[in-house]
């Protein structure tokens, strides 16, 4: 499994972005996918994820209300929609998958459980 993150960017405290992770597989494997993010200095910590089977999600305290999970498996990718950033939301962003051999509504809860990373896409909110 590859992933490929993309989306991020600049831009002021308020705004919005869009982050993207496609996912390449040859396999027949079902995915869960996470996004997490790690700022300068900081620990890694998980954002939001989404079950293979898409109907169970879960977000960090700190996001709860402002960024959605979704996920286009006709497209193979999944979306972070990120609203009302803050400063405190800048962090290189990563998208992880967790491989299953069947959909499931089951959540990954830690960042051992992810078998696959991708790169980091760069998220930065200027004040």
């Known amino acids: 499994v590859q992933l490929q993150a993309s989306g991020g960017g600049l831009v002021q405290a308020g705004g919005s972005l869009r982050l993207s992770c496609t996912a390449s597989?040859?396999?027949?494997?079902?995915?869960?996918i996470g996004w997490f993010r790690q700022a300068p200095g900081k620990e890694r910590e998980g954002v939001a994820v989404?079950?293979?089977?898409?109907?169970?999600?879960r977000y960090a305290d700190s996001v709860k209300g402002r960024f959605t999970i979704s996920r286009d498996d006709a497209k193979n990718t999944v979306d972070l929609q990120m609203n009302s950033l803050k400063p405190e939301d800048t962090a290189v962003y990563y998208c992880?998958?967790?491989?299953?051999?069947?959909?499931?509504?089951?959540?990954?809860?830690?960042?051992?459980?992810?078998?696959?990373w991708g790169q980091g896409t760069q998220v930065t909110v200027s004040s």
């Open positions: 597989t040859i396999t027949t494997d079902y995915l869960a």
């Open positions: 989404i079950s293979s089977e898409g109907t169970n999600t």
């Open positions: 992880a998958a967790e491989t299953f051999n069947r959909l499931t509504n089951y959540i990954p809860r830690e960042s051992y459980e992810y078998d696959y």
